[in-house]
């Protein structure tokens, strides 16, 4: 992508995106586990308000699979490194552990044995279902990658639609695919070659940054209209709701989060900003998984209920003020534990994830 701000060969757009996804997984776990959607007076302005927030920040995990997409293809074959994935393993254990044992500190009777052992094992007892979902896709991106080399331009952009037109448009309708609304590992694979044929075939190079924002809306509009006065109807065995394009399969949320992908990657970004991105960027995933540890998410647990009945402004600064405030204190928190780790660990395992 032409016009990206790069800094050590890392893509700072595609870095403010990681951070702008997991600040939309914040908003998504406050409205929902929050209580928020299910206590809003039905057709209130808090109801419509919150879904539309809702439906904007629903491609939170398909931002994700595409950037890991995005970075981590390339047109020469790289060493598999499996100590990348083994980075965001030991942060998952570091919190599942440092969480669990700050809880039975202070409250013993909620912790036992198993929570120790499922916070040491976090794929294995599937904690977070990204995590597991991730692992899968992770083992597999060697021959992603390479089954993306042997492409020509033409042919990408042919399985690129492909890929969109089944496993989003055809199946968010008619659920043949076993997708689980985007819960599996299988959603992720496509997601990821979707950003990766991005990449490889400059798709959506003459996007201008006005014309995918409008996009966003327009998707983002179409998905909440549905949801807000949607038909409901039975096609052949499968029941048609108001929930269809409420899920990470849908074609307006995959729509709007490849819309995010292309303007971001090449997105100019002045110097002051990219430090802070900098900063930021690599504590994003600390955010999802301090907030859904389990004992994390047993306090959310309708915790924001009360906000359903504020007026609709503070409603929405509620959600995101609490949002970026968890977002922020995780960043700082993970600052600490990745200083931690360049004491205690080889090098090689800091960097997690892909090579930008």
């Known amino acids: 992508m032409k016009n990206a701000t790069l800094t050590n060969n890392r893509n700072l757009g595609i870095d403010l995106l990681r951070i702008l996804s997991m600040l939309y997984v914040l908003i998504l776990h406050t409205l929902g586990r929050g209580g928020i959607l299910e206590a809003a007076r039905p057709h209130s302005a808090q109801y419509f308000g919150g879904w539309f927030l809702e439906i904007w920040a629903y491609g939170a995990v398909d931002i994700f699979a595409l ?3 995005y970075v981590c293809y390339s047109d020469q074959p790289k060493r598999v490194k499996f100590s990348g994935f083994a980075g965001i393993w030991m942060q998952a254990v570091f919190y599942g552990l440092l969480v669990t044992a700050g809880v039975g500190a202070l409250r013993p009777d909620l912790v036992s044995g198993i929570n120790f052992l499922e916070a040491l094992l976090p794929v294995s007892s599937g904690l977070y279902w990204y995590l597991t979902a991730y692992a899968g896709l992770f083992l597999m991106m060697p021959f992603l990658n390479a089954g993306l080399r042997q492409l020509d331009e033409s042919a990408g952009v042919k399985i690129f639609w492909l890929l969109f037109l089944a496993f989003s448009v055809f199946d968010t309708v ?3 695919f076993e997708l689980n609304n985007g819960y599996a590992a299988f ?3 496509v997601v990821y070659l979707l950003g990766g044929l991005v990449k490889k075939c400059h798709i959506g190079e003459k996007l201008k940054g006005w014309q995918a924002f409008l996009g966003i809306v327009l998707l983002t509009f179409i998905g909440w209209l549905w949801k807000a006065a949607g038909p409901r109807f039975t096609l052949f065995d499968v029941q048609v ?3 269809l394009l409420v899920c990470y399969t849908s074609p307006t949320v995959l729509g709007a989060s490849i819309l995010y992908l292309i303007s ?4 100019k970004l002045p110097h002051w900003a990219g430090r802070v991105i900098r900063f930021a960027a690599p504590g994003a995933f ?3 998984l301090l907030n859904n540890q389990q004992f994390v998410w047993g ?3 309708n915790r924001f209920v009360r906000l359903a009945g504020r007026p609709l402004p503070l409603m929405l600064a509620g959600v995101v003020g609490f949002s970026l405030a968890f977002f922020v204190g995780s960043v700082l928190l993970d600052a600490a534990r990745r200083w931690l780790f360049e004491r ?3 090098k090689k395992f800091l960097a997690a994830g892909c090579a930008r």
């Not at 971001?264 to 997105?267: G, I, M, P, S």
Request: charged share 20%; net charge positive.
């Open 67 to 69: 950037i890991s997409g």
């Open 174 to 176: 008619f659920k043949r």
């Open 187 to 189: 959603w992720l694979v």
């Open 241 to 243: 709701t108001k929930d």
């Open 264 to 267: 971001f990657a090449k997105l």
């Open 286 to 288: 600390a955010a999802y």
């Open 299 to 301: 306090f959310l647990y």
């Open 344 to 346: 205690v660990l080889p």
